[in-house]
């Protein structure tokens, strides 16, 4: 599995926009004890999140990315996984309702789930 080591940004780094989101992520849970930990770390959920909608899983293997690609069109769960100061976080959007809508995306470790 590759590393993807999210950090803040540099003072004066230029942050680049993001391409448009893939999908809604419906309502956003974020556990306390992640929001601790990314507020710690001087890292914005949102950052996350934006990452998660684009389809940047992070360090997830190439089997799991390509399980996400296909889950954009079928609807199924995705799930990102991104390195934190050694740490793994968890961002989880549940599958699509009957009317193709996500209901909620979770930041969470993994042994929250």
Known sequence: MPIDRVSAP?????VLKPA??????GAV???PAVLAFLAKHAICPAALLSRHQCG??????????????RALRSGAQLMGVHV????VVWVVTEAASRGGNRTSTRLLFPEEY
């Open 56 to 69: 940047d899983w992070g360090s997830v293997g190439h089997k799991e990315a390509k399980a996400n690609d």
């Open 84 to 87: 934190v100061g050694h740490v």
């Open 29 to 31: 849970v974020i556990t």
């Open 10 to 14: 540099a003072q004066g780094t230029e």
């Open 20 to 25: 448009a989101p893939l999908f809604e992520t």
